[in-house]
């Protein structure tokens, strides 16, 4: 019975004129938003990658100079935007796409796209991801909103139940007609964003789009049982409308929006100003606030002259500034990553209140998803953001340790020059698996089966419903 309902459920549909204006809509925006961030992206990818060309042949062809002088050059890290992010660009957007690198200090991220984007970027950016998360939803509910109120308003409803037809099977083949044209829409468009993912995109890419879109279409699935099941408890269809829409309201705009404010009210995030203070601290006075930059280096001169066996600096056969170098980079490196940790840490609770915000709204249940699985979360951006100072670190360290090795205390005059810098190997980044991302963001996928399962029971409900 339940499949007879659907398929009479599926031509029902097509036959409405408002079937296929909704089809239409969708494909025009789907596409439209598509090829935009394909462009986008392929702009962006471009002039990222010429300019970390850029910078490595600058890096090599610097004038000759002390090796640490060198490293004061610098060097710079750009992030390339991932195959994915042209179907969700996520917090892309905001956090910044280079980094300055270089000896003593962590530079922050550079030039969001949200720095050239006027007000209205803080509505959501036309993306495939925002047209299926915002506007499918909305779609959906002007599909299904009479699926079950108009059976009653036509007096059909009284007629099938007392054929012997249960409520929840009435239900559940009306929704799962609207859901497998709904999904069938969504596969569809999968397929066109399949033609603008580039060709020489791995296994873990197409795993990651595959995974995508199954989270949209169950997504689908959860949003059509919710506009059936109003349907089928509200007495007229105008009152059915009313409902979702205001529902609708609620998952895309006010409950996102809430629940960020209280992340951020509860938990403040230091200003830079204080951050940069706080790391001052603790470089000039250690991380216990009991070991001051000076009483490090005598402790380390010490222990350096005793390792070669010698009473001054001065016959030492390495050059005691490259080491100390070394060891303050070390040492400035544990302050940064003690303080990084602390506003990572508060950054965590912030999302954690939208995380467990998606157990009651399946919208930002989606959206965490389809950012996770594009690989433009704020997990994927620490990730890129440590790799970063990986390489930072190592080619200081490089540096300092080829100053050390082939020149004494005190000498800061001899130049060294390309063949030294060829030392430094350039800055290569490869991303976190599928496996990886969905590690880093479980609670997302836990809620989004979870109102999978909820949406079964909301079924199972409708035994009891007043059918008059």
């Not at 280079?98 to 950016?125: M, T, W």
């Not at 993306?127 to 909305?138: D, K």
């Not at 995974?211 to 105008?238: D, E, N, Q």
């Amino acid at each position: 019975m339940i499949r007879i309902i659907a398929i009479k459920e599926i031509k029902s549909l097509l036959r409405e004129k408002r079937c296929w204006v909704v089809a239409i809509v969708l494909l025009l925006l789907f596409a439209t938003a598509l090829v935009t961030s394909a462009v986008n992206q392929k702009q962006l990818n471009k002039a990222r990658a010429e300019a970390q060309q850029l910078s490595r042949i600058e890096w090599l062809g610097q004038s000759p100079k002390n090796p640490h002088s060198a490293a004061h050059f610098g060097n710079f890290a750009f992030r390339l935007k991932t195959p994915l992010s042209l179907f969700d660009k996520g917090l892309d957007t905001y956090t910044g796409s280079q980094v300055f690198l270089e000896p003593h200090k962590q530079d922050d991220f550079k030039f969001s796209e949200a720095e050239d984007a006027d007000a209205l970027v803080r509505f959501g950016e036309l993306t495939p991801a925002f047209i299926l998360q915002t506007i499918l939803p909305l779609l959906i509910i002007f599909l299904s909103f009479a699926a079950v109120s108009k059976e009653r308003e036509d007096n059909t409803l009284r007629l099938l139940v007392g054929n012997g037809t249960p409520m929840p099977k009435i239900v559940a083949g009306k929704v799962l007609g609207n859901w497998a044209l709904i999904s069938g829409l969504i596969i569809l468009f999968s397929l066109m964003a399949v033609l603008f993912i580039p060709a020489k995109s791995n296994g873990d890419t197409i795993n990651r789009f595959a995974c995508i879109l199954l989270s949209y279409i169950v997504y689908a699935g959860i949003v059509t049982t919710i506009s059936v099941v109003v349907s089928a408890y509200s007495k007229t269809s105008r009152a059915s409308l009313m409902k979702l829409l205001s529902l609708w309201m609620l998952a895309v705009i006010i409950v996102p929006k809430v629940s960020s404010n209280i992340g951020g009210t509860l938990h403040a995030t230091p200003s830079q100003f204080e951050y940069a203070n706080l790391v001052q601290h603790d470089v000039e006075n250690g991380l216990d606030g009991h070991d001051p930059s000076d009483k490090r280096r005598e402790d380390l001169l010490r222990v350096t002259l005793k390792k070669f066996n010698v009473d001054t600096i001065t016959k030492l056969p390495v050059n005691f500034d490259a080491i100390a170098m070394m060891e303050s980079e070390k040492y400035t490196t544990e302050v940064y990553r003690k303080r990084i940790a602390e506003v990572r840490n508060i950054f965590t609770k912030q999302n954690n209140i939208s995380l467990l915000a998606s157990f009651i709204n399946p919208y930002q249940a989606v959206q965490y998803c389809s950012m996770a699985l594009s690989g433009t979360d704020y997990a994927h951006f620490i990730h890129f953001q440590d790799k970063a100072e990986d390489y930072r670190l190592y080619f200081v360290n490089t540096m300092n340790d080829f100053m050390a090795k082939h020149t004494k205390s005190g000498d800061w005059r001899t130049k060294f020059g390309t063949e030294t810098y060829k030392m430094v190997e350039p800055f290569e980044y490869t991303a976190p698996s599928l496996i990886w991302s969905i590690r880093h963001q479980p609670v997302a996928f836990i809620s989004l089966f979870v109102w999978l399962v909820l949406s079964l029971l909301f079924i199972q409900s409708i035994k009891r419903i007043n059918i008059a």
